[in-house]
């Protein structure tokens, strides 16, 4: 199965930073790849699908890049309503539809 | 809107066995793929099992391969998750999900496999 590597699993960054999020494919995964936020006690949002395509409703300081193995997760500006967890997850072809393991953002 | 809610989830016995369910309202049920997927108390997500909108398709995650079963009923737009065989491995928060990018996700059920 592919696997899915995501770093760091933990930033602490401050009010208005530049915050850059990694996700590594174990094989090419094409552009089939989503990012989500969690708030604690929620259920996942997508923010971000097919490596770059905002959802509707998601703020533009949210972005995403990538192809095949490598992707990079951006907030342009970190704002306090941003602290969640963020999990990037393959979904190409068939399943495991996996995760990677969460990165923990936290205010400095 | 896109409704999703599941239930069922409740403290089981290691060994034991539970269904859960997911409501769907507010879309064509029958025209989307489905996905469970669940988070132990503290941890990542990981997905469990997916069905396609006929059924015809089904996948499952290796860990519960063998020990649950996902199935739908398309007439009364709902999602299941029967789950036998329960250890202290499956207790997790879980969610059912559309497969359409995973645009929609459920409130979570609570599944604690305890004695």
């Known amino acids: 199965d592919i696997q899915m590597t995501q770093s760091p699993s933990s930033l602490s960054a401050s009010v208005g930073d530049r915050v850059t999020i990694t996700c590594q494919a174990s094989?090419?995964?094409?552009?089939?790849l989503n990012w989500y936020q969690q708030k604690p006690g929620k259920a996942p949002k997508i923010l971000i699908y097919d490596v770059s395509n905002l959802e509707t409703g998601v703020p533009s300081r949210f972005s995403g890049s990538g192809s095949g193995t490598d992707f990079t997760f951006t907030i342009s500006s970190l704002q306090p309503e941003d602290i969640a967890t963020y999990y990037c997850?393959?979904?190409?072809?068939?399943?495991?539809?996996?995760f990677g393991q969460g990165t923990k953002l936290e205010i400095k | 809107q896109v409704q999703l809610v599941e239930s069922g989830g409740t403290l089981v016995k290691p060994g034991g066995s539970l269904r859960l369910s997911c409501a769907a309202s507010g879309f064509t049920f029958s025209d989307y793929y489905m996905s469970w997927i669940r988070q132990a108390p503290g941890k990542g997500l990981e997905w469990v099992s997916y069905?396609?909108?006929?059924?015809?398709?089904?996948y499952y995650a290796d860990s519960v391969k063998g020990r649950f079963t996902i199935s739908r009923d398309n007439s009364k737009n709902s999602l299941y998750l029967q789950m036998n065989s329960l250890g202290a491995d499956d207790t997790a928060v879980y969610y059912c999900?559309?497969?359409?990018?995973?645009?929609?996700w459920g409130q979570g059920t609570l599944v604690t496999v305890s004695s």
């Open positions: 069905i396609s909108g006929s059924a015809s398709s089904i």
């Open positions: 997850q393959r979904y190409d072809n068939l399943p495991p539809y996996t």
């Open positions: 094989q090419d995964i094409s552009s089939n």
């Open positions: 999900a559309r497969v359409a990018n995973f645009d929609s």
